[in-house]
């Protein structure tokens, strides 16, 4: 089963047995910028320097991706262009929902409801097919543990892991600082369009400007 860019970041947090997110800011912003980058791939949006703009082009077939693209053109507002980081730090906090929602949908995870402490409503996506997540971790070991050469869209989803600091979910055991440094070998190789580097700095600085205002 192919599955998205989005909803292969989401698998990689979602627990496996209680289906909560770990590391759930730096996943939304991951999840998001995932979206983005996917759109870029598929031609439906191009980013021009720390700029987004609509391409006119029908839909792709995947409701995840075409609904997003939706949602950009609703918000672009009639105009020809929009920061990416604007749209990023609007759709973070969405983003990890619809993909979730989307892997629910395949059957890939489950849906559960539940109240904590009695009273308040919690909704939970437990692993119900194992084989999505087990075929892209063997994919992403095989490029980074193994050295293999990773195609376009592996490629992408590993600088997306290494821009959003999510190495520990992606390859949990393995020695961080190996880990880090080919993630970033892969991340700055010229496998990908300015376009798809431009939308990966964009979450990078957006991600850094948030974080720093936190810690502020």
């Known amino acids: 089963m192919r599955i998205t860019l989005a909803e292969e970041i989401t698998l990689l947090s979602l627990d496996d047995e209680s289906g909560a997110v770990k590391q759930r800011q ?33 839909p792709i077939g995947e409701e995840l ?18 920061r990416v980081s604007d749209w990023l730090a609007k759709d973070q906090a ?23 402490l009695g009273m ?28 293999a050469e990773p195609d376009e869209r592996t490629a992408s989803l590993i600088a997306v892991i290494h821009a ?11 020695p961080g600082k190996e880990i880090k440094a080919r993630t970033a070998e892969l991340a700055d190789g010229q496998w990908a ?10 979450m990078r600085l957006a991600m850094a400007a948030v974080t720093a205002a936190t810690v502020t």
């Open 26 to 58: 730096s996943v939304g912003w991951a999840v998001a910028g995932a979206l983005l980058i996917e759109l870029v791939l598929a031609k439906r949006v191009r980013v021009s320097g720390t700029y987004l703009e609509l391409v006119d082009s029908p």
């Open 65 to 82: 991706l075409d609904g997003r693209a939706e949602s950009i053109r609703t918000w672009m507002r009639g105009r020809s262009k929009r």
């Open 94 to 116: 969405k983003a990890i929902g619809a993909a979730v929602e989307r892997l629910s949908g395949r059957g890939v995870v489950v849906e559960e409801r539940r109240k904590a």
């Open 120 to 147: 308040f409503p919690v909704r939970r996506f437990p692993e119900a097919d194992g084989t999505v997540e087990r075929e892209l971790r063997e994919r992403l070991a095989a490029a980074v543990l193994k050295g």
């Open 164 to 174: 959003a600091g999510l190495h520990g979910l992606a390859f949990p055991g393995s």
């Open 193 to 202: 369009a300015e376009s798809i580097r431009s939308a990966i700095r964009d």
